[in-house]
């Protein structure tokens, strides 16, 4: 049986270290689950991964044994957001943070399938957050990304670049959510070779007009 990479198949899977991108995103599906706090610190974003993970594998399972089609599963990836964007490249205040952890799943998991492999999942051992999951589509259109690799807290001068420099130089202005993609597992790999996607929504800037 074939199995399906996602990540080789779709473009915005990939990024380069040092170089910002212009990029297309295609709508896509994934699981999710929501929070607030410092991931470092706050019980919510452990309970939420413990929660995610059973369901991405028992899916992926699932696929395979009813569909015949087997696929990777996906990175973890994370959309970030706080009342003041400054949080994120000259505070760093992390405890200011919103965020929703995500899987992406292939379009033909449905809910049916989705409500199933919950069940499954709970019957063994139910994780705190089961009940948070969700599966929800998102189109996240043209974005800016790079590809960064290094501590999570050494990002702050890379977006600050992409934010202040990249984005207004190409007549773009932001839209939407702070997107992170952890092609790395964090529980694996040091954090010195972490590998990760910064992405940001964009549209283009309206001229202002002149008086």
């Known amino acids: 049986m074939q199995k399906t990479d996602f990540k ?15 990029v297309d995103v295609p709508e896509l599906q994934y699981l999710m689950i929501d929070g ?10 452990a309970e939420a991964t413990e929660a995610l993970y059973p369901m991405a594998y028992k899916l ?8 015949g089609r087997d ?8 959309l970030w957001w706080a009342t003041d964007m400054e949080a994120f490249t000259a505070s760093r205040d992390k405890s200011r943070w919103d ?27 139910r ?22 690799v290094g501590y999570y807290d050494a990002e702050a001068d890379v977006l600050a670049q992409m934010h202040d420099r990249f984005i207004p130089d190409h007549g773009l202005r932001m839209v939407g ?16 070779r972490l590998r990760t996607i910064l992405r940001q ?3 283009r800037d309206t001229p202002r007009s002149r008086v």
């Open 8 to 22: 080789k198949e779709i473009d915005a899977y990939r990024a380069g270290k040092g170089r910002y991108e212009i």
């Open 36 to 45: 607030h706090g410092d991931p470092n610190t706050s019980p919510a974003f």
């Open 60 to 67: 992926k399972f699932a696929s395979k044994q009813t569909l």
């Open 71 to 78: 696929y990777v599963v996906m990175p973890l990836e994370g």
């Open 99 to 125: 965020w929703t952890l995500m899987i992406m799943v292939p379009d033909w998991i449905g809910e049916t399938m989705f409500a199933k492999a919950a069940e499954q999942v709970a019957a063994k051992a």
């Open 127 to 148: 994780p705190r957050r089961l009940g948070d999951v969700r599966l929800e589509r998102l189109a996240e259109g043209t974005c800016v990304q790079t590809l960064h």
């Open 177 to 192: 959510k702070h997107h992170e993609i952890y092609l790395s597992d964090f529980r694996k790999v040091p954090p010195e």
């Open 201 to 203: 929504p964009v549209a």
